[in-house]
């Protein structure tokens, strides 16, 4: 809260002084201003200067010259997110905003951060590791967007729209060479469809060895194997109709390293905890990861599967009515996840008892979704979107020989929402946004005593069937003032994470289930133009308050965790899901964009995070005291900047992000762990550099060359460590691709 009162006296302070003295400092015109963004953050096409929400928008520009490659590079430039790869799941990310992260491959757990690709909601964040080369818009929504994107987005939205085919012929290659012997070739043709429309085709390939050595394999294992094709048709069959359909066939056949971390730790008791150490990996005699960071792992006896494939269908039907806009999204993904895990012992080792810790898990999941939005387009001072939205999923897992157990879950899910504005003057605007949300979740999971009874199914462990059911409504009310400068709003909003099930649970007590999360937020922000808009400055403050936080817990299967008074034996590990904790996050984000010269545009983007458990039961005892909020550095920064220059007849651009990182923790068990007494588990806070040089020369026949010449984290040589986590009996942690140099090569005509 100390955050957010500082920042309500700078924004009185602000709003309420001599309007004069700051209308003067803009009196010097000049030719060059900040481009205006558009953004979709309340489903309707709005100046980003406009809307009441904590949004972050990349144009295309920005993201093309500052060599901006995957989703999870948006960490750089957007204040309070962090997001990495995520460990044992196919082309998933890992995201975290202001302090919320979902890091978990079950597709029965759900995700805190929201991704929505061409207006379709995507459940689970497998498949979403999307290139962003063929890009029309991304934005970044912070905070919990329950009442216009539904349940699982108490984190906030990462919202990404794709081209639509240009409905003339022509075509856009790329080709990337980067270190680790990484090829990366995509291409786009378009062509029209009559008169009336057009096809566009894209393709990819990408290879790459791993930057980690295996000492077991004695060699460089091959790490990212992907393919993906993607057709978009899209046409009028009348004046006002458009009708857009995608879809998209992806191969994944990446490869994994882990690196082993022993496990030492010192308890709350103060005695020491926990040591496995298997042929001298990790950190030996001590939780310390930065001594993993040799990038040296004994870890995988045969290659590290984890891989995706999968088909995706998007269907987009847009009517232009007279003063609204009728839309209808429909969306279905369909893929098959793959890990195949040796863990220690001989190479060729897998599913054999040389196999220390051998995994071999298939999920299947599927997803089908429609949305109708209805939104107004008068002109006048009403203006709103109402719709509803129906979503269903099933899940399948089969997992052996380590942890033989077979899980099914089916779940639907249907909302009613709106949200309107309504403008009481030229000065003040009134908001308010309301969903009411209904869901059903029906789970199975039989679990054997090993890998023969998996094989004949008998004897079970456990088999049983349980249901879930739930109801939300959740709303947001706000409010603004328009001034000379800039507008000012505040909001009250709330949203909610749904609660389920625990496909890893292997007893009664940890299958569960457990109740949905919720959050409470309040949040202040200022949006201003100053200086004939060559600065746009942007101020966010927000307190946050989670209740009924879901906890994943990990832990050795000794019956050292006891559930109502009675020890849980799980085989391998335990993993247990509860609503244990409470949560208070303030923080504070500031965004600014200066055009310093024509040819000179500066960016940065600052959070930071105030984050402490207000409470955490652990088998009735209130550990908050010990228990660190995971994923969630207290502070992120970048400054980034272009300098566009004429050279040659053509473009040069000399682009860089310098960023920096907090430290944060990963997922540990707080009931053993003492964040004070044990070693460092931390990941090391962290300072990137990334720059780039492109040169772009427009050809008279109409084609456009680009090359380009970048380094990516050019001040770190080591390499580090960015999700450690703790699986029980083991303890692991991902590493980072280290200091790495390429070539880009572009044509487009």
């Known amino acids: 809260m100390k955050l957010m009162k500082l920042f309500i006296m700078v924004a009185v302070f602000v709003s309420f002084f001599t309007q004069e003295k700051i209308i003067a400092q803009t009196e010097s015109s000049s030719d060059y201003t900040v481009e205006e963004i558009l953004v979709t953050a309340r489903k309707r096409t709005e100046s980003i200067q406009d809307v009441p929400v904590a949004v972050s928008a990349l144009s295309v520009t920005q993201i093309e010259r500052g060599n901006i490659q995957r989703v999870q590079d948006l960490e750089k430039l957007v204040p309070n997110v962090e997001m990495s790869d995520m460990a044992f799941a196919g082309g998933a990310i890992s995201a975290g905003i202001r302090g919320l992260t979902f890091d978990d491959l079950e597709k029965t757990f759900e995700t805190t951060v929201g991704v929505v690709i061409d207006g379709v909601f995507a459940a689970s964040n497998s498949g979403v590791d999307l290139d962003l080369f063929d890009l029309e818009s991304v934005e970044v929504l912070r905070g919990p967007q ?35 012997n990484t090829s990366d070739l995509k291409l786009i043709l378009n062509t029209p469809l009559g008169d009336k429309g057009g096809i566009k085709v894209s393709l990819r390939k990408l290879q790459s060895d791993s930057f980690m050595f295996n000492v077991t394999r004695d060699e460089r294992e091959k790490a990212r194997d992907l393919e993906s094709a993607s057709v978009s048709i899209d046409f009028d069959p009348t004046e006002n109709v458009n009708v857009n359909f995608i879809f998209d066939n992806y191969n994944d056949n990446s490869q994994h390293n882990l690196l082993a971390i022993t496990k030492f730790y010192i308890n709350n008791l103060g005695a020491p905890q926990g040591v496995f150490a298997l042929l001298g990996q990790g950190a030996a005699g001590s939780g310390d990861l930065s001594a993993a960071n040799d990038y040296e792992t004994v870890y995988s006896a045969e290659p590290f599967l ?42 060729g080792a897998v599913v054999t008892p040389n196999c220390v810790f051998p995994v071999v898990r298939d999920q299947n999941y599927e997803q089908t979704s429609h949305e109708v939005q209805l939104i107004s387009d008068s002109g006048g001072p009403l203006n709103y979107t109402l719709g509803i939205f129906y979503i269903e999923t099933e899940a399948n897992m089969d997992s052996g020989p380590a942890s033989n157990f077979q899980s099914q879950q089916e779940a639907e899910a249907q909302a009613i929402f709106g949200d309107l504005s309504y403008d009481i003057n030229e000065d003040w605007t009134l908001g308010l946004g309301l969903r009411y949300t209904e869901e059903e979740k029906d789970f199975a999971i039989q679990t054997y005593g090993g890998l023969q009874a998996k094989l004949d199914r008998t004897p079970k462990v456990l088999d049983l069937s349980r249901s879930f059911k739930d109801d939300n409504l959740q709303h947001r009310v ?165 300098y566009v220059t004429e050279f040659r007849n053509g473009e040069l651009v000399f682009a860089g992000t310098f960023s920096a990182k907090d430290e944060f923790y990963g997922r540990f068990d707080p009931a053993v762990y003492n964040y004070e007494l044990g070693a460092n588990m931390a990941v090391d806070k962290t300072e990137k550099l990334d720059l780039s040089l492109t040169y772009t020369q427009d050809n008279s026949n109409g084609s456009t060359i680009t090359f380009t010449v970048f380094g990516n984290d050019i001040l770190e040589e080591g390499g580090y460590i960015v999700r450690p986590f703790d699986a029980g009996a083991f303890a692991f942690a991902t590493p980072q691709k280290r ?7 572009g044509y487009e005509f």
Not at 153 to 178: F, H, M, S, Y
Not at 479 to 488: H, K, Y
Not at 541 to 556: C, G, M, R, S
Not at 571 to 586: K, L
Request: net charge negative; proline share 2%.
């Open 478 to 642: 706000v409010i603004q003032r328009n001034t000379d400068f800039g507008m000012v709003y505040l909001s009250h909003s709330t949203g909610f994470r749904s609660g389920g099930f625990n496909a890893r649970g292997s007893t009664l007590e940890s299958v569960g289930p457990y109740n949905s999360e919720e959050v409470e937020t309040i949040e202040l922000g200022l949006r201003s133009e100053l200086f004939d808009n060559r600065l746009v400055l942007n101020l966010t403050a927000f307190t946050n308050d989670y209740t009924d936080k879901q906890e994943v817990i990990v832990t050795a299967a000794d019956g050292s965790i006891v559930v109502e008074g009675v020890p849980q034996f799980c085989g391998t590990t335990c993993t247990f899901v509860r609503n244990a904790g409470e949560v208070s996050i303030d923080g504070l984000e500031i965004e600014g964009t200066f055009r310093a010269t024509e040819a000179l545009t500066l960016r940065t983007a600052i959070g930071v995070l105030d984050s402490g458990y207000d409470k955490f039961e652990y088998d009735g005892q209130d550990v908050a005291a010990a228990a660190q909020l995971n994923f969630a550095p207290d502070y992120t920064a970048s400054l980034s900047w272009e």
């Open 306 to 347: 984890s891989g995706i494939q999968g088909n995706n269908m998007t269907l987009r039907v847009q009517w232009e009515l007279e003063n609204h806009t009728l839309k209808y999204i429909a969306g279905n993904n369909d893929f098959k996840e793959l890990m195949d895990i040796c863990s220690w012992g001989s190479p």
């Open 739 to 745: 200091r790495h140099f390429g070539v880009s090569l």
């Open 146 to 180: 329950g009442t216009l994107f539904g349940r699982n987005t108490i984190g906030g939205v990462i919202n990404i729209a794709r081209t639509k085919p240009t409905r003339e012929l022509g075509a856009k290659i790329k080709l990337d060479l980067e270190e680790d």
